[in-house]
């Protein structure tokens, strides 16, 4: 089987997406767009069969800023895929996104990114549940009430809080994946030890290859994979690639300020300016290749095996992809570098969705035993 027919054939799915964001400041993803890296089209394009679209609150608003903000993102994201019944259709379960791929449409999932929107309150995080979010990351760059961030210096739990106890077992209950990606390192063992279900990390590389706070030790990966979780190889460069960390990072901070501006204000000259000028200063420093990014996948390989590995783009919400895979449509360059490495159909058919299907199937079934 060729890389083509075995991309097609798989279920391809990516695990993060901050497409929401996009779509909020006023971007038509139902067509191919000028800016950013996913739209419906592109996703056809690039053979992804599902992706998870994150409502992302950063950890700076208040607790009722954090909830609005969240719900317009989740109900944007509703009403987008209600726009476009021929290309996408809404899964809250592997079955549904099966069913969709059969039908040739994509399935878009939806994912909570920081539980700062449920505050302290259980019951809208069961909310949010029923509106579709099928994973919560636990924070984001800032500590909350449920548990400590991988960012800041200080922490404040120490890792879960009491209330981050409670969440994680109500979904366990419900069925909700736990993502720890944006986790302290203690936050993420309190995961692996309070959680009945697997674990997972949807957007996240290696951190023996980039030593980022944001990347995971071998010995997180290894504990990670023996509690039946998967880590999903985030395609941000500054993860991937530490000496791109190092030369590119102030790039990164004005391209990411300069394209949120203009995509609040497209028709202001001043801001177009300022946004092309911040594009040709990060895409004119060399970016590492997406091979790069394989290298994350193959070292994860080597140290639990095949079963615990998969993609997690972080589109949308990174400013530098790697050369090669700038966006959505480029996906199918990884099975042909996988084709390459020598990896089976069946392995790279696990890379490239199963992995993270079967733990989203074993989230579910073990919420129906307790």
């Known amino acids: ?3 083509a027919e075995l991309h097609k054939e798989a279920f391809v799915l990516d695990s993060h997406c901050d497409t929401p964001l996009a779509i909020i400041r006023g971007q038509d993803v139902s067509k191919r767009r000028k800016l950013g890296h996913i739209d419906f089209d592109r996703l056809k394009e690039g053979g992804v069969d599902g992706v998870f679209f994150a409502a992302y609150t950063s950890n700076s608003l208040s607790p009722d800023e954090a909830t609005r903000r969240a719900l317009q993102l989740v109900a944007l994201t509703h009403e987008v895929i209600d726009e476009n019944p021929k290309k996408v259709g809404l899964a809250t379960s592997v079955r549904e996104a099966r069913k969709l791929k059969a039908e040739g449409r994509t399935a878009i999932f939806i994912g909570l990114e920081n539980g700062s929107p449920i505050q302290k309150d259980l019951s809208l995080l069961k909310l949010f549940y029923k509106m579709g979010v099928r994973y919560m990351t636990l924070t984001h760059a800032g500590n909350n009430e449920i548990c400590d961030s ?14 981050g106890k409670e969440v994680i077992e109500v979904m366990n209950r419900l069925g909700m994946m736990i993502d720890v990606s944006h986790l302290s390192d203690e936050s993420f063992y309190d995961c692996l030890k309070y959680s009945k279900a697997p674990i997972v990390a949807t957007h996240s590389c290696c951190r ?21 979780g998967v880590i999903q190889i985030n395609f941000y460069s500054s993860f991937i690639d530490p000496e791109y960390s190092k030369v590119a990072g102030h790039l ?5 300020e300069a394209i949120i501006d203009y995509q609040l ?3 202001c000259k001043r801001r177009k300016e300022r946004y092309e000028k911040a594009y040709e200063a990060l895409y004119s420093t060399p970016r590492p290749s997406y091979k790069v990014l394989v290298d994350h996948i193959d070292h994860v390989v080597k140290l639990v095996g095949v079963k615990h590995v998969g993609l997690g783009s972080d589109f949308d919400g990174i400013e530098s992809p790697p050369a090669g895979l700038e966006d959505a449509s480029k996906f199918g360059v990884i099975t042909e570098e996988l084709k390459l490495r020598g990896y089976s159909d069946e392995d790279i058919k696990c890379i490239l969705g199963e992995n993270f299907l079967r733990v989203m199937n074993e989230v579910e079934n073990i919420a129906y035993t307790l």
Do not use: Y
């Open 1 to 3: 089987m060729t890389a």
């Open 150 to 163: 991988c960012a800041p210096k200080e922490k404040r739990w120490g890792g879960v809080s009491p209330f």
């Open 208 to 228: 023996a290859l980039c030593n980022h706070p944001r990347n995971m030790t071998d010995q997180m990966i290894k504990d990670l994979a023996a509690a039946g």
């Open 252 to 256: 990164c901070d004005e391209f990411d």
């Open 265 to 267: 204000h497209p028709r």
